[in-house]
């Protein structure tokens, strides 16, 4: 009888080990199902049918003479010089960010409008971020 306890025992400790991990696997897919952005060259963002609530990060160069302020409200147009892509952002833009360098922002595409809620800028005039390079690599436009 005390073997038959002993085996119901270490039966019931792997159900219940079970039924946590299956838990713990479904709490950490559903953080993650608002918390992953991923990352779209312009080229892709045209290509793919875009949610309007779907976050999402797109990079690329910000083009020449496209970027117009007023206020704190901006708005720019980016590209992989294939495609390009209007965004508009309402914030204070980095330092560096400038015409002509690599960016990334996050936030959604609204009505063919990028509308950013976050902007990244390189930090040197080397750097360019490693999404933006491999974008505009295959695109056959970048050569490092």
Do not use: C, W
Request: glycine share 8%; proline share 3%.
């Amino acid at each position: 009888m005390a073997v038959g306890l002993k085996k119901r025992r270490r039966v019931q400790l792997i159900v219940i080990a079970f039924v946590f991990i299956i838990i713990a696997t479904a709490l950490i897919g559903f953080a993650f199902k608002d918390g992953i952005e991923f990352f779209r060259s312009p080229t892709q963002v045209l290509d793919e049918k875009i949610e309007p609530t779907e976050v999402f990060r797109i990079g690329g160069l910000v083009k020449e003479e496209t970027l117009q302020r007023n206020g704190d409200n901006v708005s720019f147009v980016v590209t992989d010089t294939a495609n390009d892509v209007p965004v508009t952002f309402t914030g204070i833009l980095p330092d560096l960010f400038s015409e002509g360098t690599g960016m990334i922002a996050t936030g959604r595409l609204v009505s063919g409008r990028f509308e950013a809620t976050e902007i990244l800028a390189k930090h040197d005039e080397n750097y360019l971020p490693k999404e933006v390079a491999d974008a505009l690599k295959e695109q056959g436009v970048f050569q490092q």
